[in-house]
């Protein structure tokens, strides 16, 4: 059972969330953002109203979040008094405690999420490392974790790249996940991931060390300006190839640009390369690399902004050990990362998607670096 020390608590933080939100000036702000929508000639703008259109659904997800938590915190004071009444049992207090509780993590997890791009969706890519087969069936098995976290998040991911691996597993894999807070929530992944555990590859049954690496970016939309110099840019066409019978393999009008970058702050040139086999049309698969192309371009420049370009780079460091940010050791049941100290057992959970805590961790401990560094 519950504490009086316990609600009090549940109602102080919801108090204090009304206040960093600024609910009341939020809610004025909607009333002001709805008034535009009404004003004549207001769709004559397609792109225009669509950005309103985000911006007054913005202010209504916040302002519903908040009052959904007030009244769940309002329900468990009520559930309290009648359990001294005995109306209501323990475990039904204790039930409400729980959802309550939830959600105001969630929501307070939400507000640390304060950063233009945290908004965004994202575009992850996996690399396996050193190793062969072993390593490619890792950075398999990472893909399928991040896709089973998307789709519980109600994300929707397109898979714009993938290489099949030699015998097993992929090469590499370049997804766009779709989502609101997408890039906010997975930017936790940046880094190298490392497995170890007994291989089926192995003949004698060996315990076997294996790492593959993550990157996100944001996913830029229209309404984000990035200059790219087109002057700079070469094209190739290819067919796509490889084992799997999946669909990206069977498309013959694959695209790959080659972008010349030169850093504007050291004179540094380096060629940028992506590939796109998402569509059947070399139209579409263009489109789609131009897109991916200034989500990179993007992120550079954030980088620079927040003065953390150490953070991203770091996940570029030779694929090896100590440069992991997080293990995953199966014949010991334990998942640990390495930057926070969050660890869990529950390693059948992990991989199937369930990332939630180390994401509620690396935020707890680097969004306010992050706001600060910005």
């Known amino acids: 059972m519950i504490t009086i020390e316990q609600l009090k608590e549940a109602k102080d933080r919801v108090e204090a969330l009304h206040r960093y939100l600024a609910i009341d000036a939020k809610m004025i702000q909607l009333e002001e953002e709805q008034l535009r929508t009404q004003a004549p000639g207001f769709w004559d703008d397609a792109k225009r109203a669509e950005e309103q259109m985000k911006k007054v659904k913005s202010l209504e997800k916040w302002i519903e979040g908040y009052k959904a938590v007030k009244l769940l915190v309002d329900e468990l004071e009520v559930a309290f008094d009648f359990y001294k009444e005995e109306m209501v049992t323990e475990e039904e207090v204790d039930e409400a405690y729980a959802k309550t509780i939830g959600s105001i993590e969630d929501l307070e997890l939400r507000n640390m999420l304060r950063q233009e791009e945290d908004s965004m969706a994202c575009v992850l890519k996996i690399n396996s490392g050193a190793g062969g087969t072993e390593s490619?069936?890792?950075?398999?098995?990472?893909?399928?974790?991040?896709?089973?976290?998307?789709?519980?998040?109600?994300?929707?991911?397109?898979?714009?790249?993938?290489?099949?691996?030699?015998?097993?597993?992929?090469?590499?894999?370049?997804?766009?996940?779709?989502?609101?807070?997408?890039?906010?929530?997975?930017?936790?992944?940046?880094?190298?991931?490392?497995?170890?555990?007994?291989?089926?590859?192995?003949?004698?049954?060996?315990?076997?060390?294996?790492?593959?690496?993550?990157?996100?970016?944001?996913?830029?939309?229209?309404?984000?300006?990035?200059?790219?110099?087109?002057?700079?840019?070469?094209?190739?066409?290819?067919?796509?190839?490889?084992?799997?019978?999946?669909?990206?393999?069977?498309?013959?009008?694959?695209?790959?640009?080659?972008?010349?970058?030169?850093?504007?702050?050291?004179?540094?040139?380096?060629?940028?390369?992506?590939?796109?086999?998402?569509?059947?049309?070399?139209?579409?698969?263009?489109?789609?690399?131009?897109?991916?192309?200034?989500?990179?371009?993007?992120?550079?420049?954030?980088?620079?902004?927040?003065?953390?370009?150490?953070?991203?780079?770091?996940?570029?460091?030779?694929?090896?050990?100590?440069?992991?940010?997080?293990?995953?050791v199966f014949d010991d049941r334990r998942v640990k990362d390495h930057r926070t100290g969050f660890q869990t057992s529950d390693v059948g959970g992990v991989m199937d998607g369930k990332i939630d805590g180390f994401i509620k961790a690396y935020l707890m401990e680097f969004s306010e670096q992050d706001a600060e560094a910005k």
């Open 136 to 328: 490619q069936d890792w950075a398999s098995m990472l893909m399928r974790m991040y896709m089973r976290y998307a789709e519980a998040q109600g994300y929707k991911t397109t898979v714009s790249n993938l290489q099949d691996g030699d015998e097993a597993g992929i090469k590499t894999v370049t997804m766009e996940i779709e989502g609101e807070y997408a890039y906010g929530y997975l930017k936790s992944e940046n880094g190298v991931h490392r497995l170890v555990r007994v291989s089926p590859y192995n003949a004698q049954g060996k315990r076997m060390t294996s790492f593959a690496s993550v990157f996100v970016t944001p996913l830029v939309d229209d309404t984000i300006e990035v200059y790219v110099d087109p002057s700079k840019i070469s094209w190739d066409l290819f067919r796509s190839g490889g084992a799997g019978g999946q669909n990206v393999n069977k498309v013959e009008t694959g695209v790959r640009l080659r972008y010349q970058y030169k850093d504007p702050d050291t004179g540094e040139e380096e060629e940028i390369l992506i590939e796109n086999t998402e569509s059947r049309k070399q139209l579409e698969n263009r489109e789609n690399a131009m897109r991916l192309l200034r989500s990179q371009l993007y992120d550079r420049a954030l980088q620079k902004r927040k003065a953390a370009q150490a953070k991203i780079e770091a996940g570029k460091k030779k694929i090896e050990w100590g440069s992991q940010i997080r293990s995953y």
